[in-house]
């Protein structure tokens, strides 16, 4: 283990999903960096381990990250964890494992709990592709403007939210994306009150607004991407679109601006032009 930095998940809500392999290696490392040592602190010792605990954050200043490289440079083991679930996931750490492999040193990972994994396989929504955006900006402008960045990502989008924003938040995501787009909220995961609300932005809008008990606890927001195949126009539009097209236009021309304006395929586009013509 000597010389090795291990980024260790911790549980997200339930003690019980404490990885075995993670409680050795807590147990055999040198020093545990983490980002709250009081609050890691309760949970070493539920766990009944003893090792020395320092302090780390990404914004701290650089003589953390040097205390734990010295401690690496001088051949010990060093465990990184965070306040819950995954070390580096809108969590501290990328700066420390960037200098920790930078200094050559072996980075190492305990794989466990983390709250996007576990909002989206029990979600019910597309699983194959999916993009994490962190929590959103506070402000309402800046969080519309983002989401109206995202409107036509076809990928699963996964958000963090604040339970004090939770309802802004869905409004505002279903002034972006549509209050018709495909959602779910999973809120406190592996605890008492775990709860899945499915269905449209505009139902769980509704939902968190008329329960109060929704607007509590810890928040894991899930839309579906956009459907691109539904998106490109039928063969009406495309028809209406080229017809005007032809009364201006030599029919190659036509042909290739309705692909470009319809998102069609241009070789059919080409058939229908001729078609159209007879
Ligand atoms: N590193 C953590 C992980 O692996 O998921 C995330 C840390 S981030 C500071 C905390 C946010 O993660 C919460 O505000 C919430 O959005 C989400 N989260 C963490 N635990 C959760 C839980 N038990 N249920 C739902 N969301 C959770």
Redesign the pocket.
């Known amino acids: 283990m000597a010389g090795e930095l291990y980024v260790v ?1 911790t549980p ?2 339930n003690l019980g999903d404490m990885v075995p392999r993670a409680v050795d290696v807590l147990h055999a490392v040198d020093l545990i960096a983490a980002e709250d040592t009081r609050h890691s602190g309760r949970l070493l010792k539920h766990l009944g381990i003893e090792t020395p605990l320092v302090a780390y954050h990404d914004h701290g200043d650089d003589r953390q990250a040097a205390r734990i490289i010295n401690a690496l440079e001088a051949g010990q083991a060093v465990a990184l964890i ?6 580096l ?3 501290p750490g990328y700066k420390l494992v960037r200098a920790v492999r930078l200094g050559g040193f072996k980075v190492i990972p305990v794989p466990g ?4 994994i ?2 989206l396989c029990a979600s019910g929504l597309p699983s194959d592709r999916f993009t994490f955006e962190g929590f959103s900006p506070h402000k309402s402008s800046a969080r519309i403007k983002k989401f109206e960045s995202l409107a036509k990502e076809p990928r699963t989008l996964i958000f ?3 339970p004090h924003r939770i309802v802004d938040t869905l409004a505002d995501m279903a002034g972006a994306f549509g209050a018709e787009r495909e959602a779910v909220m ?6 008492t009150y775990e709860t899945f609300l499915t269905g449209t932005l505009m139902d769980i809008h509704q939902q968190v607004v008329a329960d109060s008990n929704q607007q509590k ?4 927001l899930i839309l579906r991407g956009l459907d691109v195949a539904a998106e490109v126009p039928d063969n009406g539009e495309q028809e209406r679109v080229l017809s005007l097209l032809l009364d201006e236009l030599p029919l190659k021309q036509a042909a290739s601006l309705a692909a470009k304006i319809t998102g069609g395929q241009k070789n059919a586009l080409y058939q229908l032009a001729l078609s159209l013509k007879v």
């Not at 965070?82 to 070390?87: K, L, Q």
């Not at 709990?113 to 996007?116: D, L, Y």
């Not at 999973?186 to 605890?191: N, Q």
Request: proline letters at 6%; aromatic letters at 4%.
């Open positions: 998940a997200i809500g965070s306040d819950a679930g995954t070390p996931i809108s969590d709990p983390c709250a996007i576990a909002a963090y939210e604040s999973a809120r406190e995961l592996t605890k606890g810890e928040i894991v």
